[in-house]
């Protein structure tokens, strides 16, 4: 079966698409701009690395706009993954839902009135597992975004490794943080992972951060 | 206590969100065999419980299979969404085309809850339900069903999503 992905760049969408490739063909990559850093849908920072990751992964990348507003925002994303239908003959969609049922059935919404498949297979996955199968298959992967207190500066453009999930296993017997930041605590980047051909490198970045709320934002970067 | 745990999807893929959490959840406290719906008649016996786990939205194959066997199984079942559907249909009732997805609020009495949340994903529904007691409905289907005489469940809703109480007050009773 041809398949689409909704791709955020971030580290479940990659995951998810690594598991869907197993079985499957990845004919393209979706991903929606959204002008509403607050989007309840779309991952927000960084998002135009997604064009570099997909060359990364030698797989075309269709891009929607949205400006971000609360279920309009669906209405965006029904006409990229129609595109996607005409343009790649895609008859399913792949999301990296965890957890999420507003995003999960919103999608699983749009691709029931498509007649596409939709499959999320990550759905329910316990985060700190999905976090350390991430580690064992070599992803590498940053903290893109934060907005939860007690993560700090610290944590925007730090590497998810093995030591970065025992402190957010403490964050989250003490403060119920989610561990792989499925309440929306950080959003994460992938710059290398299993199906990628080159490796993403950051050269110039810039970091704005207050009050726990922050963007590792990149401001230059290629492949190698 | 062992647990008959039958796939009904069609596809590999669909596995990991439709079957995982319900094999995650049981190996936890209990002994599990995961079959295919295919083979399932075959295995059956062997088990002390059996749950039907749901499948994708797009995934119609499951009602191509036999399930008459599920009439001479003197075991408690529990069907998830395509799993109540195959329960339905084996005692006399009948698929319908009704959509819901997302949460919905249930109301009724499953193993002692009146009215919680539960998370639809389904488009088709049943009827002719003359077989069993409906035991909980959404404002627009039946969402939890017993057969009159045998410890068959089925629930339309995924209880694997935020009603995991579900999977172990049925594993209890």
Same mark, same amino acid.
């Given at each position: 079966?041809?398949?689409?992905?909704?791709?955020?760049?971030?580290?479940?969408?990659?995951?998810?698409?690594?598991?869907?490739?197993?079985?499957?063909?990845?004919?393209?990559?979706?991903?929606?701009?959204? =002008?509403?850093?607050?989007?309840?849908?779309?991952?927000?920072?960084?998002?135009?690395?997604?064009?570099?990751?997909?060359?990364?992964?030698?797989?075309?990348?269709?891009?929607?706009?949205?400006?971000?507003?609360?279920?309009?925002?669906?209405?965006?994303?029904?006409?990229?993954?129609?595109?996607?239908?005409?343009?790649?003959?895609?008859?399913?969609?792949?999301?990296?839902?965890? $957890?999420?049922?507003?995003?999960?059935?919103?999608?699983?919404?749009?691709?029931?009135?498509?007649?596409?498949?939709?499959?999320?297979?990550?759905?329910?996955?316990?985060?700190?597992?999905?976090?350390?199968?991430?580690?064992?298959?070599?992803?590498?992967?940053?903290?893109?975004?934060?907005?939860?207190?007690?993560?700090?500066?610290?944590?925007?453009?730090?590497?998810?490794?093995?030591?970065?999930?025992? =402190?957010?296993?403490?964050?989250?017997?003490?403060?119920?943080?989610?561990?792989?930041?499925?309440?929306?605590?950080?959003?994460?980047?992938?710059?290398?992972?299993?199906?990628?051909?080159?490796?993403?490198?950051?050269?110039?970045?810039?970091?704005?951060?207050?009050?726990?709320? $922050?963007?590792?934002?990149?401001?230059?970067?290629?492949?190698? | 206590?062992?647990?008959?745990?039958?796939?009904?999807?069609?596809?590999?893929?669909?596995?990991?969100?439709?079957?995982?959490?319900?094999?995650?959840?049981?190996?936890?406290?209990?002994?599990?065999?995961?079959?295919?719906?295919?083979?399932?008649?075959?295995?059956?016996?062997?088990?002390?419980?059996?749950?039907?786990?749901?499948?994708?939205?797009?995934?119609?194959?499951?009602?191509?299979?036999?399930?008459?066997?599920?009439?001479?199984?003197?075991?408690?079942?529990? @069907?998830?969404?395509?799993?109540?559907?195959?329960?339905?249909?084996? +005692? @006399?009732?009948?698929?319908?085309?009704?959509?819901?997805?997302?949460?919905?609020?249930?109301?009724?009495?499953?193993? @002692?809850?009146?009215? +919680?949340?539960?998370?639809?994903?389904?488009?088709?529904?049943?009827?002719?339900?003359?077989?069993?007691?409906?035991?909980?409905?959404?404002?627009?289907?039946?969402?939890?069903?017993?057969?009159?005489?045998?410890?068959?469940?089925?629930?339309?809703?995924?209880?694997?999503?935020?009603?995991?109480?579900?999977?172990?007050? +049925?594993?209890?009773?």
């Amino acid at each position: 079966m041809k398949l689409g992905v909704l791709f955020s760049g971030g580290k479940d969408s990659t995951l998810a698409m690594h598991l869907a490739e197993k079985h499957h063909e990845i004919s393209c990559l979706l991903s929606m701009k959204s =002008e509403n850093d607050e989007s309840y849908m779309f991952h927000t920072p960084n998002i135009g690395i997604t064009e570099l990751q997909a060359e990364a992964l030698d797989i075309p990348l269709l891009t929607g706009f949205t400006a971000g507003e609360k279920e309009l925002e669906l209405a965006d994303l029904k006409d990229l993954i129609e595109n996607a239908v005409e343009l790649f003959g895609i008859e399913g969609i792949v999301t990296g839902a965890v $957890g999420s049922v507003y995003q999960a059935s919103r999608v699983q919404k749009i691709c029931a009135e498509l007649g596409l498949w939709c499959f999320n297979p990550l759905w329910q996955f316990d985060q700190i597992e999905l976090l350390e199968k991430l580690v064992n298959e070599k992803y590498e992967i940053i903290i893109s975004s934060i907005a939860a207190y007690p993560l700090d500066q610290n944590w925007l453009g730090r590497k998810i490794d093995s030591k970065a999930i025992s =402190e957010l296993k403490v964050l989250q017997d003490k403060y119920k943080l989610h561990p792989a930041g499925e309440g929306g605590e950080f959003e994460s980047l992938v710059l290398n992972a299993p199906m990628f051909k080159r490796k993403i490198k950051i050269s110039e970045y810039e970091k704005e951060y207050s009050n726990h709320a $922050g963007v590792f934002i990149v401001k230059e970067a290629d492949l190698k | 206590m062992k647990v008959l745990i039958v796939s009904t999807c069609s596809d590999k893929l669909s596995e990991l969100e439709f079957v995982n959490p319900i094999v995650n959840l049981i190996s936890k406290k209990h002994d599990y065999e995961l079959v295919n719906i295919s083979d399932a008649e075959r295995k059956s016996v062997k088990f002390d419980k059996v749950i039907i786990c749901g499948t994708s939205v797009a995934d119609n194959d499951y009602l191509q299979n036999n399930f008459e066997w599920l009439k001479n199984l003197n075991k408690p079942v529990l @069907g998830i969404c395509s799993g109540i559907q195959i329960i339905a249909k084996t +005692f @006399g009732g009948v698929i319908i085309p009704k959509k819901e997805i997302g949460m919905v609020e249930v109301k009724g009495e499953l193993f @002692g809850q009146k009215k +919680f949340e539960a998370y639809a994903l389904h488009t088709n529904g049943i009827s002719k339900l003359s077989a069993f007691k409906i035991l909980a409905r959404s404002k627009k289907s039946v969402q939890a069903i017993k057969h009159k005489s045998k410890e068959i469940y089925g629930v339309m809703f995924h209880p694997e999503v935020r009603n995991e109480w579900v999977i172990s007050e +049925f594993i209890k009773a």
